[in-house]
């Protein structure tokens, strides 16, 4: 089995502001002094050291958040692109509630989230391209490497696709966000690709 350890990315000056962040790598998308100390804290918590590598998205928010968990331990660390996350197309660096007042019906009133739907009303990148680049990338992945642990430091919709892949879902809107700095452990069985999810959104005092 594949056992990937996926991470989202410490809080950034956007998510402390409401901002939808998509794919801006900008000062405002660097972490926070508390970011940097919710990954300080999973460092010390999380057996970085056991892992055979670090796979990380090329946004800035995420490399400062691998670079933290990574610092002692010192695992090679790849980038990819796959991992990304969504782009909201013009609407990365809105602001979400006004966003939600403007379009209600592209939103999710529960999570803030966008629907699929949200594509027929701005330019961003569907849910089904997420879907199609982060199944390529667990394929890749596991063909290459069958039966590592590996951490995935990537964004909120890394997460939630990768556990829509596990749940055979398609529709990331009825999640809430992983928070800051968690974790969600799911496996791959390289001979079937079929993907178990162990754990979502685990915090500091539950462990891993």
Not at 79 to 98: F, H, K, Q
Request: positive net charge.
């Amino acid at each position: 089995m594949t056992t990937f350890y996926v991470v989202r990315h410490g809080q950034t000056w956007a998510n402390r502001a409401g901002k939808k962040q998509g794919i801006l790598d900008t000062a405002e998308t660097t972490l926070t002094p508390r970011g940097m100390l919710q990954a300080r804290q999973l460092r010390a918590a999380f057996p970085v050291a056991e892992m055979a590598g670090i796979i990380c998205s090329p946004l800035q928010r995420a490399r400062q958040t691998a670079g933290i968990l990574n610092e002692f331990a010192q695992r090679p660390v790849e980038i990819s692109p796959e991992i990304v996350e969504l782009s909201y197309g013009a609407w990365n660096g809105c602001m979400t509630r006004d966003l939600m007042a403007r379009y209600p019906a592209a939103f999710d009133a529960r999570t803030q989230e966008v629907t699929a739907t949200y594509t027929r009303t701005v330019a961003g990148e569907s849910m089904a391209a997420v879907r199609q680049r982060i199944q390529h990338f667990v394929r890749k992945t596991v063909t290459a490497r069958p039966n590592d642990k590996l951490l995935i430091v990537g964004h909120g919709w890394t997460v939630k696709m990768l556990l829509l892949l596990a749940l055979n879902g398609d529709n990331g809107a009825g999640m809430v966000d992983p928070v800051n700095a968690s974790v969600t452990r799911i496996e791959v069985d390289p001979g079937t690709l079929r993907c178990y999810l162990d754990y979502y959104n685990r915090g500091l005092e539950t462990g891993f």
